[in-house]
């Protein structure tokens, strides 16, 4: 059977790629999440929770210890003292919530399961939201990064990097995984982990005007 | 002062890269190594020694649990259970030492270090004589992951991926350390890591020839 990698972090995005590729591919899947010592831990189980609905082989990997070198320079996502920036994802303040080379190390190593196991591609979910935020979102970098890493492993692998979302919007995401059934009240967004989603900082921002945008009520249970 | 990250695993090629870049620039080093499960661990006890004598700031960063995940496919490197092939690199038969895409792992892990300190670059020390068995040693991959790198970062690092010596040989690259006097016996290379290199592995035997083509005695203490 054809295998394919999909990386999965228990958000919105990711979780509606894992259903829209089953939808579409009879695979076998491996997702695989990444824990780099991020506070939102929940997005983590949601994101294991999501392979047992989908019958998918789950790695998790540990990039803890990176992640602390990493925050010296003060990145938000994995340092638990900065505050999290509140408002709008689109707002320049954002900018400091990157943890740098994220997707590249991500990528990389999924390419390197994928090489393991011969599977036919590695998916994930960036969307076009991203792009003015994170260099790494964008399909320039997504094309040279699936060009490098073809010419990495020439000879022992002949699959790529594909992200089927790339030039949708969180609202067009939201239409599809409406369509398949995607259970959004099980994903995760808010930068704070809290016991409910905060509706305030930048992800919970985009997460409801995305369901707003696409017509759908918001299934989030909301602290505020 | 302006910083440079070296990856560095405690064999010839980094440790001359590093003699190398410290000779011509008066920058901050940062050193890293990869830890990934593999049997020589004694390469990298010689990589924290090479950080000591050049005053580098030195980060071991554990792929352990990487390596058990891509072991799976039976990667000789990283599984304790398999046979080394004995003889010549150039054997096909080496082709199964190769984990599955390790540059690229170790380059998009040392481009967040790098981003995260504002390095100038990430220097590497691939070489010539590795491009027909490693294809992530060659000039195309090397060159594509670096334009992936910049668009990834682009607008948080100006900095780049450098690989010095991919167009030199492993005896130009012992001319060029033996100049500098790099102890090349701190130095491993043998893949079975025993008390001494067992002078018969395809790392051995590539040794030994780069010594004996620059025309230099070999340093080193070998089993046999």
């Excluded at 929940?42 to 070198?69: C, N, P």
């Amino acid at each position: 059977m054809q295998k394919g990698i999909v990386i999965v972090s228990g958000g919105m995005d990711s979780s509606t790629l894992a259903y829209y590729l089953e939808d579409r591919y009879p695979y076998e899947w491996h997702f695989l999440s990444f824990d780099y010592g991020q506070r939102h831990i929940k997005e983590l189980q949601y994101a294991i929770e999501l392979a047992e609905r989908l019958d998918a082989k789950h790695s998790v990997i540990s990039l803890v210890a990176l992640g602390e070198m990493l925050s010296v320079s003060g990145s938000v996502l994995v340092d638990p003292k900065s505050e999290v920036p509140e408002g709008h994802y689109a707002e320049e303040s954002m900018k400091q919530t990157v943890v740098p080379n994220r997707n590249s190390i991500m990528l990389a190593i999924a390419t390197g399961v994928a090489v393991a196991e011969g599977a036919e591609f590695v998916a994930a979910g960036m969307h076009a939201g991203d792009h003015f935020i994170y260099p790494d979102c964008r399909p320039k970098f997504v094309d040279a990064f699936n060009t490098a890493e073809q010419f990495a492993n020439e000879g022992f692998w002949d699959g790529g990097i594909i992200a089927p979302f790339i030039e949708m919007t969180k609202a067009d995401i939201v239409k599809v995984g409406m369509a398949l059934g995607v259970p959004y009240d099980h994903t995760w967004s808010c930068y704070l982990g809290g016991a409910y989603h905060c509706g305030k900082c930048g992800t919970c921002v985009e997460r409801k005007e995305a369901f707003e945008i696409a017509g759908f009520d918001d299934p989030t249970a909301y602290a505020e």
